[in-house]
């Protein structure tokens, strides 16, 4: 009751002014003047009148209250759209934006056990993984040793690769954008995929232009190129060629790009998306996923960089990776 006469107190008072003038009125400024029993009985009536609408009121209010409250103690979200009270649509607005907080906090601990699981697994995977590579060492057959060495080399590519994308749907807290030297990354991620070079046989160009300072995370813009670097060798065809160099203008233009067996025209606007593999998969040439590209697209965006493709069918593959900050930072060169 309590809260009720305090949301209506402006119009009580408004009410009791207008009875004040109303009365004032009728016994001393009218030239009508009225019997004390007429008065009497027109404000028995009004308050027979006012006692109805108020009761239909607080009965409509109450309901009302114990809607949002009842929804607030089941901790779902309410909404406010019918509070035409200003203190009652504050503490609803404050109950929603407390349930999402904790709804948001529950979903980053989620996360971060998921996270924990993928990163204790990995570790303790790597210790059978590491058997393997001793016992296959003393393989006696040359041709099987060299089987189980690539299929090894590609479970401890894909452990490293699932562990960085893991981490990648987590909050920014493990991005730090800071100076790096571009160079070094490519050649992290180079050594990172040398056996899968060598073993087809690729030549790596990677030109002078590249030898600059770039604002990106070290860390993540290595996983970018090692998604890139296994696409090429993928796709790659005879004589295959894996180039790396950079365009600075007002921003820095890294190219990744291959000669392999190219995309078609109509796919390229596709190839970021999630899932989409294209006619390499469905041909059956290739086991494709159709998650690197766009992993690749999501880092980019979580960096602040931009990625681009142009490629021409049995020609080449050319990724673009534009580090969108300050254009003249691109331009120190002392390393």
Known sequence: MK???????????ILLALLIIYHLYFL????????????????????????VCTVSDWYRWLKKT???QNAMQTASYVLSEELDDTGELQTVLAHNEQEYLREQKEHYMQQQELQDYIS???HEIKLPLAALRMMNERNTDAALQKDMQKQLEKMERQLHMMLCTAKA????????????????????AVKNASYFLIHEGF???????????VLSDEQWLVYMLDQLISNAVKYHKEHPVLTFFCEVREYAVLH?????IGIRQEELSAVFERGYTGRNQRNGAYRSTGMGL????KIADLLGHTVTITSREQDYTDIQITFSHDGDFFHLTDL
């Open 256 to 260: 990744v790009r291959d000669n392999g």
């Open 28 to 51: 001393w400024l009218s030239s009508v003047k009225m019997e004390l029993s007429e008065l009497l009985y027109a404000d028995f009536m009004l308050l027979v009148v006012i006692g």
């Open 120 to 122: 204790r697994w990995s």
């Open 169 to 188: 749907w987590m909050p920014a807290g493990d991005r730090s954008i800071m100076k790096i030297e571009l160079k070094k990354a490519i050649q992290s």
């Open 66 to 68: 114990e809607g949002w």
């Open 203 to 213: 030549e790596i160009q990677i030109e002078d232009s590249v030898d600059i300072l």
């Open 3 to 13: 809260g009720w006469l305090k949301d209506r107190r402006l119009c009580i008072c």
């Open 294 to 297: 766009y992993f690749v697209r």
